[in-house]
């Protein structure tokens, strides 16, 4: 079993819909959770991380963590064309310190 | 504003050849990591560092090698180059202290290997 695993996609969404993207992970002390967007051709960055259980909100995305059934997903609000992108998780697992692991992403399509 | 620069944005470059491709941040970073990405497979770590001359394996470390002498910079090399070597290469940063642990990466280098 891969230590982070996402849907691969692609996940087509209409404009205005929420998209909903997930992610599950291994148990090993997992302690943060990140989700970072790469818009192709480009290097990842970061949009979004939570270290608590439950829904933590910024704008239109919601990142909601659920550690007891190990997962966390990323919402998206009103999707926008803008917003297709791939999508990675990544999680800092305690045992590996400073080291992020990466699911291998999931690619989010928004059509007008 | 923050910065992690890669020395190449494209490579081509022959099977058994010595490559080098360096980074370097602008942000007093502690940390600094080289992954590659390849489709399907996403971002996998090659090595990392925590500081000047340290150095610890990833998950993909055969076949490359990496020098921290500044801080500031972090170089990997490819000692002989192989066809399975090409990708792209993704260099990042991140502070040690209390913060998000939040990754900047570097615009990547994507190398093919001939």
């Known amino acids: 079993q891969k230590e982070v695993e996402q849907n691969s996609g692609p996940l087509s969404v209409p404009e205005g819909a929420i998209a909903s993207l997930n992610c599950t992970y291994s148990?090993?002390?997992?302690?943060?959770f990140f989700w970072y967007r790469q818009y192709s051709g480009k290097s990842p960055e970061l949009i979004m991380f939570?270290?608590?259980?439950g829904d933590k909100e910024d704008g239109r995305f919601t990142a909601q963590l659920n550690k007891a059934s190990q997962y966390v997903s990323l919402l998206i609000r009103d999707s926008q064309p803008s917003d297709s992108a791939t999508y990675l998780c990544?999680?800092?697992?305690?045992?590996?310190?400073?080291?992020?692991?990466f699911g291998a992403g999931t690619i989010l399509r928004v059509k007008s | 504003d923050v910065k992690v620069t890669q020395s190449s944005r494209y490579l081509v470059k022959r099977t058994g050849e010595k490559v080098f491709l360096e980074c370097v941040q602008d942000?007093?970073?502690?940390?600094m990591f080289w992954y590659r990405q390849d489709p399907g497979l996403g971002l996998r770590l090659i090595y990392f560092?925590?500081?000047?001359?340290?150095?610890e394996k990833g998950d993909i470390p055969e076949g490359y090698s990496v020098s921290r002498e500044k801080k500031e910079r972090f170089s990997l090399i490819l000692e002989s180059a192989s066809t399975n070597q090409t990708s792209m290469y993704l260099c990042?940063?991140?502070?040690?202290?209390?913060?998000?642990?939040?990754?900047?990466f570097g615009e990547g280098s994507r190398l093919t290997v001939l």
């Open positions: 942000m007093d970073h502690e940390n």
């Open positions: 990544a999680v800092n697992f305690m045992e590996y310190g400073n080291k992020l692991v």
């Open positions: 939570i270290y608590s259980n």
């Open positions: 148990d090993r002390g997992s302690q943060s």
């Open positions: 990042a940063s991140s502070f040690s202290g209390a913060g998000t642990g939040e990754l900047f």
């Open positions: 560092s925590y500081d000047v001359k340290m150095k």
